[in-house]
């Protein structure tokens, strides 16, 4: 599904992403781990078309596609989800009105009929429901006066609405109490299908107790150093980062 | 005359508007009581003093008028017409707002039945001239009681040649039933120079919705320069609001003098759309305490429309709140201003007065001139000021697009987010659901300038009312 080949990425000269390389097919739940500033981010957003990167070198194929010259609307049209780091706060947009707009979109491309409100409303309800989000949060702008789980739930309701086939959660984990990140986590193992796929892109092993990864990838200085199953991260949790940093400086 | 307009300039047109009072006298003075009439000398001698604002001053260095000063504008110091049924031409387009609706023609009051209506509550609403004629100790009480004609400007020049215009009096302890609306009409095959004079009166705890709209129906060359006095006595409540969406032809400068008594409460919108030239200028003196006053703006321009809207809140007394409230979206190469001050006398205590000028601009060329002053001579007061001017904001643009919505959509998302914190001030529904619809048509690049607005009135060909009368 998504085959990235030797992707150097600089931001302002800076060089950020120096040759990573990862396959990721159908059905898979793969999770990117590292320090902080190793590139976690850089990778997510670059995937997602953010446009202030510069790509120097490399590939990236999703479903056959060349990814990267692809906007950003194209690639969430053709399945592509980004859960933010941090979610943006956008007043006097209204939550209920961006989704629906949003579907619609993806719909149209699809070649699937628009829905009318009372539709959308329907759809939108039983969403809630497996996210467990109010629906006085639907009801107010995006994100606005939001606390940060909030915030990361509704990156989780947006992403059911929206039933991508590749997700990138960008340290969805991040900030939440203890059930939240259940609920959190629980949406994403419900949204799990046999043709869809998610990279969960955190720095704690916490997350992984919750929803089960079949990869776990360490990304170290813009690379991944090291590959392995679940039983990777219990291994980072327990020898923590500086381990990773020893035996790849080794090499 | 093309070649007139280089070298015409502000001395040129005082001077041919000296002589055209001159010359015109007796127009004025078969409109004027002896008191009026002392008014309108001193504004004369005024205007003749000071003349019009040029760039060293500072409320008028970023708006150039010289372009606006021709020889061949048309006066009429008579109205063309005096009986007019407004329904002949168009009908308002604001579903379900039930308003008392008065037109203004070329700054005349017309009307199907009577000059001066009397509600069934004792409130008056008709023409200025006819009020003065039946009501003059009403109107010589206020009548420039608030209007500033000692300064340059427009305003001396206004009151020098006043003749008609709104009028309203509220009496006390009434809330008026329905939003009174008046349309303000430029119709003229020659380019044309109009100076209505509005003259509001709010009873103490009563309660006024005026909506105001100035309109063209035609692309044809109009230069208006409107006065209005809005008193509030003791406990009364005005919710005003001012649309525009004129050709780019016209020009429109607008001098709303507010005067605040004591517990009274003021909503201003100025909402502007398009227009060649566009200044708002509002006063308001605080001359009680406990009162409390928003002055909303909002102004989406582009191609060379200019808008400058100017604030003076002047807190005379203690204990009162003023919040000033701008927004703007500058686009292509059109420019704005924004110039707002607050000044707290030295006796104001305990005044909170706030005022924000938010911009956004879309292109290199587009510019806005935003000037906050405050000046406080009290100590104890609770003031801020603060403008902004940027671009749309990119981690929500990258936000919205990241879910699936196209960079065009989502910019006028954006635009229109942004504007929506002025139109959820509107109180009044139907209004404000029209005022949202205007706007996001205007973002949408549906409504081109006098394309349609809140008047529905067909520009496509220009309708001279003369010729519909014919």
Redo the contacts between chains.
Sequence with gaps: MLSIKNLKVSVEGKPILNGLNLEVAEGEVHAIMGPNGSGKSTFASVIAGRDYFDIKEGEVKYLGKNLLEMSPEMRSKEGIFLGFQYPVEIPGVSMTNFMRAALNEKREHLGLKQLSGAEFIKIMEEKQELVNIQSKLTNRSVNEGFSGGEKKKNEIFQMALLEPKLSVLDETDSGLDIDALKIVANGVNYLKRKDNATILITHYQRLLDYIIPDFVHVLYDGKIVKSGGKELALELEEKGYEWIKEITNKE | MADNNNTYNSENFKNNLIKLYESNRKYFSSDSSEKTQKLRDKAFKSFKEYGFPNKKDESWRFSKLDQLFRDDYEFDFEPKLKKFDVNKIFTCDVYDLDTYCVTLINGWFAYKNSPLSVLKDGTIIGSLSKALEIYPEIVEKSIGSTAKIDQPGFVSLNTTFMQDGLFIYVPDNIEVEKPVQIISIVDSKNPIFIQPRNLIIVGKNSKLSLIHCDHSLSHNISFTNTVSEIILNENSYIDHYKVQNKGRNSSLITSIFFKQKSDSKIINNAITLNGGFTKNQIDLQIEGENCSSNLNGLYIMDKNQHVDNQVLVKHNKSNSYSNQLYKGIVNDQASAVFSGKVYVEKDSQNTKAFQNNKNILLTDEATINTQPFLEIYADDVKCSHGATVGQL?S??M??????????Q?SKQ??M??????IINEISIEPLKNNIASLVEKRLKGELSICDQCILNCDSSEPKFIQNILD
């Design positions: 904001d981690e929500a990258f936000y919205l697009r990241s879910r699936g919505l196209c960079e959509t998302l954006l229109y987010a942004f504007t929506n914190e």
